[in-house]
């Protein structure tokens, strides 16, 4: 035994070796609503090309996820299903499961903590009155988080998934993380606003190549994939068509587990709870360190 060896593979259910997650950031126009939140432009590119998400990208995507019989992880910002009502509930009819993912997409490092506890529960209240259940999971707007999210998704007893300490689900200060992975995220390589935008968004060509090999790895050492795609974004034809070929793939191993990230959260915390725990620290700054002070 040496600490170089590998981990035991992960015990994914009924002998699969890796697993997939479709899941949907449905952000629509709530980042412009909080970046624009202290003063608000008389503009409508941008929310125009936002709000393409819950109009058609959101029923696009819903319509693939039909075609092929997966059921995906739907995390919808209050602000988004308090302006389009139909949407959870739809999502729920439909099989999904839809999770939390801030009120107005706000972003941890602008935000106080009791702000955040309010907003958190005022979104809790919102997905009961909508849905009549509570949500199982938690996103966090751009996937940043600090200790006081953390101890409150705890509190109320949701799973994460916006962290990125493993590629199987593992546990955060006792809380089941089912991670995510920027590699498998829409956004940074689609995503295109303006013209100010310097980097053409990628070809969809090029970005099934690199998903399948990002599929490749994950068979090989079975991990997670979590793809996260965006309403607005890969709601868009060339993308869906895209997203297709990519699902073909998935659905054509029958040693992948097609499952949502509340499903992935329930098994870790049912077959392998305890498995990669970590509580991690925030290290103190470096200035205290006796190398640095010459101690
Ligand atoms: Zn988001």
């Keep these: 035994m040496s600490m170089l060896d590998l981990p035991a593979p992960y015990p994914w259910p009924d002998g699969k070796k890796s697993a997939f997650c479709f899941s949907i950031d449905v952000d629509a126009h709530s980042p412009w609503m909080w970046n624009n939140r202290n003063d608000v432009p008389e503009l409508l590119s941008h929310l125009e090309q ?94 940043e988080m600090t200790p006081h999210m953390l101890a409150e998704v705890k509190r109320h007893g949701f799973y994460d998934s916006s962290l990125m300490g493993s590629d199987t689900p593992y546990a955060v200060h006792d809380v089941t993380e089912v991670p995510v992975n920027w590699a498998t995220d829409d956004a940074i390589f689609f995503k295109f606003l303006d013209g100010s935008d310097t980097r053409a968004p990628l070809g969809t060509n090029q970005m099934l190549d690199a998903w399948k090999e990002e599929l490749a790895a994950s068979r090989r050492f079975s991990t ?24 073909e793939d998935v659905l054509s191993d029958d040693s992948i587990w097609v499952a949502t990230a509340g499903e992935i959260a329930a098994h870790y915390r049912d077959h392998a709870a305890g498995r990669d725990a970590v509580s991690p620290e925030i290290p103190a700054s470096l200035y205290d360190h006796p190398a640095w002070k010459g101690e």
């Design 50 to 143: 936002r709000r393409y998400g819950p109009r058609i990208g959101i029923r696009r995507i819903a319509d693939l996820l039909a075609r092929h019989d997966i059921k995906a992880s739907f995390f919808v910002p209050a602000a988004v299903a308090e302006e389009n009502p139909w949407m959870l509930p739809a999502l729920v009819e439909a099989g999904h499961e839809v999770g939390l993912h801030g009120y107005f997409h706000e972003l941890v490092s602008q935000t106080r903590d009791d702000e955040f506890t309010r907003v958190l529960e005022a979104s809790i209240a919102l997905f009961e009155r909508q849905t009549g259940q509570k949500p199982a999971g938690f996103r966090s707007p751009a996937w």
């Design 224 to 247: 997670l994939f979590m793809l996260t795609v965006h309403d607005w974004i890969s709601g868009r034809g060339s993308r869906i068509a895209m997203l297709d070929r990519l699902v």
